[in-house]
């Protein structure tokens, strides 16, 4: 409870002086009245008891006038929120040589944690997952649950789809994900870690559709400068590992961004792909706008009620009921 005229509570001070007041010359008529009688005591009766209630009554009728021209009121605050989300699809490479180990415990692995850990902090927005090798297919529509996402990122998986590097592939079918998008930001997350080598659809094309559509491209190439320990079969058709040059067309990467007002990050371990998700996450925002309201309730009428029982009952009792009792 708040006050809007809170310096009228300083009038209350009043009212102890009052009681004070009231319990000094009550004393002394009391002394006068004995004086008279010596040492004879007089009965003590109901009213002899009841005398003290009509002051008491009309100091808190006072109290509570006081309170009511303070103007009491509740106070309540209400905030709506409204989001501008913005649609994201995670384009993601699952291709062999995704299971390089020049990242921990390999690429393919720290891209979905991290990817995953990207979308647990983009409440409001939805997401979708893509993956391509071979050829390209959707993980997961667009959804604004992100455990849902999580999800399917922990069950993408390299092999599940003929091997090779299909970028065009990947990036129109992430873009086709955004086509009927109605948000006014859509945006796609292209990592992968070589050459287009596969599929029907050029990836500048894509690009280009793109563009057209509004759709914002960051591209990220992952994998060492140098050489990296590659997923390879041996001559009995056992998986091993063999040292191999990384190669990855950056300049491809780098024009589909471009073309899009996108931007080109290259991560060569953990630490930097996580750096690289997190500057995307702040240079693409929701919109929030947070509208505040404030209620306020008036609470002086139940004051002023109660100062005015207060006093009926305090002529109640003294002018009625102590006026019948005996002396």
């Not at 009038?11 to 010359?25: D, Q």
């Not at 006068?32 to 005591?41: F, M, P, V």
């Not at 692995?109 to 409440?123: I, M, P, S």
Request: glycine share 6%.
């Amino acid at each position: 409870m708040q006050f809007l005229n809170p310096y009228i509570l300083l009038v209350g001070i009043v009212i102890p002086l009052l009681a004070i007041y009231y319990i000094l010359v009550g004393r002394r008529r009391a002394t006068l009245r004995l004086s008279t009688l010596g040492t004879q005591r007089p009965p003590r009766t109901l009213r002899y008891w009841l005398r003290h209630v009509p002051i008491v009554l009309r100091l808190a009728a006072l109290a509570a006038l006081i309170v009511a021209l303070a103007r009491p009121v509740e106070v309540s605050h209400e905030s709506e929120t409204t989001t501008e989300g913005i649609d994201i699809v995670l384009a993601m490479d699952i291709s062999g040589s995704m299971l390089a180990r020049d990242f921990q415990p390999d690429r393919l692995t720290a891209a979905k944690q991290l990817a995953a850990e990207f979308t647990a902090n983009r409440l409001g927005d939805r997401i979708s997952v893509v993956a391509f090798a071979g050829e390209a297919f959707t993980q997961c529509p667009l959804t604004s649950d992100q455990a849902s996402v999580a999800t399917m990122l922990t069950r993408l998986r390299s092999g599940i789809i003929d091997d090779g590097t299909a970028i065009g592939n990947g990036l129109a079918t992430a873009v086709n994900r955004l086509r009927e998008s109605s948000s006014k930001s859509k945006v796609v997350i292209l990592l992968t870690d070589g050459v287009n080598n596969r599929g029907q659809i050029s990836p500048l094309m894509a690009a280009e559709i793109a563009h057209d559509l509004g759709i914002k491209v960051y591209t990220i190439g992952v994998g060492s400068m140098d050489k990296a320990q590659m997923p390879a079969v041996d001559m009995f058709g056992n998986q091993t590992y063999v040292w191999a040059d990384v190669e990855i067309d950056e300049e491809l990467l780098r024009n589909i961004a471009r073309k899009t007002d996108g931007e080109y990050f290259r991560a060569t371990n953990n630490e930097a792909l996580k750096a690289i998700y997190a500057q995307i996450d702040q240079m693409e925002k929701s919109e929030v706008q947070v509208t505040s309201y404030t209620h306020y309730e008036e609470l002086y009428i139940w004051w002023l009620v109660l100062g005015l029982l207060l006093l009926g009952a305090e002529f109640f009792v003294e002018r009625i009921v102590l006026n019948r009792l005996p002396q």
